[in-house]
């Protein structure tokens, strides 16, 4: 397990991520009925649960990209203003998204590499053309990061020159270096085949050990034991059980949850 007694010295009163009470729905199917989640500083919050629990969804409407119809999100102890009501519900300041969005960077299960550029570029656009940064220094950092996740010499490369492992890889030196507050994985290793799927397993595991801050939706039963600080099992759309990885997976006390993790071997 990680060194979690330092990592606790890095956890301020307000959490990165609060969410309250949200629902989600896509037309008459509510996907989300009222879920909660925190995501405190340096932690790993991991989402386990069967395919249409609402993983997925409650990620994409924590960054935003989807919209609730009910519930409080807050980022560091800011709250997102809202208007309209149910389904008519919208983030009222669209700077507010833009700046939250770009401090909860996504890494999402099909890379999203923009394949006309080398992974240098892609690396380098957001924080250029979006944070505005300077082109030199976000090179610098673009190269600091392709190395730390094992693929500097593939800084020239396009996408379709590298494994699926080796573009996941390059998918989440893109999202460190917008420098964000916490990152976000929705399902990174689940279109990968196993051996490639270690690859990037230990580059997310590296980060973890760092003290980053992160919200993983994952199939990966032993990459939520060993990189988690805290669990939680969805199942339709609720929060079935949560807590730590040690008493979630060494002592479930639901059915449902006892019947998933016999099936997944969790």
Known sequence: MRGRPAKRLRVLTEPVLSIRDLHKS????????????TAQRGHVVSLIGSSGSGKSTLLRCANLLED???????????????KGRGRDRRPADPAQVTRIR?????????????????????????????????????EEAARGYLDKVGIADKADAYPAQLSGGQQQRAAIARALCMEPRALLFDEPTSALDPELEQEVVRVIKALAEEGRTMILVTHDMHMARDCSDRVIFLHQGLIEEEGTP?????????????????????
């Open 26 to 37: 896509y037309g008459d199917i509510e996907v989300l009925k009222g879920v909660d989640l």
């Open 68 to 82: 609730s119809q009910q519930g409080e999100i807050a980022f560091e102890g800011e709250p997102v203003r809202w």
């Open 102 to 138: 770009t401090n909860l960077s996504m890494v999402f299960q099909q890379f999203n590499l923009w394949a006309h550029m080398t992974i240098l570029q892609n690396v380098m656009e957001a924080p250029v053309h979006v944070l505005g940064r300077p082109r030199a220094e976000v």
């Open 246 to 266: 040690e008493r979630l997976f060494g002592q479930p006390e639901s059915e449902r949850l006892r019947g998933f993790l016999s099936i997944t071997g969790g």
